[in-house]
């Protein structure tokens, strides 16, 4: 709950309240002991250093995330947790496409669209552009006609994959 109102601050510019959001989300998920939660948290946490350019805090909330994923058999969270951490940091995301290769039929849609953006940004290799962006236009396509708009506009990863693709297009690089 806390993770999506810190991203609804985060989405409307407000990210001093989103970072308040995020910790006390965060502390609340470690109380519990609720892994998951605290890996969500912390990946909301280190994109949003990332997006700030503070690469070292990135790579520490990033590294937790992708531990909590790898140590709970959750390739869905390691994997974009690690491709975060590739993209903003450009390191090699070798590895990690060959791990996506081998757990893509285990995600969700919107977290194969995500991780394919990510590579995108990691790899500037054209195919995961193009990728995220069908996966994008499959839900816009299903989603009914009145909220079509508002799903563009109003998600960030959608808004980027979009910025991403008028930029680039098909060539994706």
Not at 53 to 78: H, K, N, Q, Y
Not at 104 to 109: D, G, K
């Amino acid at each position: 709950m806390l993770s999506s109102l810190g991203q609804l601050a985060e989405q409307r510019g407000q990210e001093d309240k989103a970072l308040g959001l995020y910790e006390a989300g965060r502390r609340m998920a470690r109380m519990h002991g609720n892994r998951m939660d605290e890996a969500l948290l912390l990946l909301d946490l280190g994109r949003m250093a990332g997006r700030r350019g503070e690469f070292e805090r990135t790579r520490e909330l990033l590294g937790r995330a992708d531990s909590i994923g790898r140590d709970s058999d959750v390739p869905e969270m390691w994997l974009v947790a690690a491709t975060c951490r590739a993209a903003f940091l450009e390191t090699s995301v070798d590895r990690l496409v060959m791990e996506f290769d081998e757990f893509e039929s285990r995600f969700s849609h919107i977290g194969r669209q995500e991780l394919r953006y990510w590579l995108w940004r990691a790899t500037k290799l054209p195919v995961h552009l193009v990728e995220a962006k069908r996966l994008l236009d499959y839900l816009v396509e299903h989603a009914p006609k009145e909220y079509r708009e508002s799903m563009l506009n109003n998600v960030r990863l959608n808004r980027e994959i979009m910025a991403a693709w008028a930029e680039h297009g098909e060539k994706g690089g």
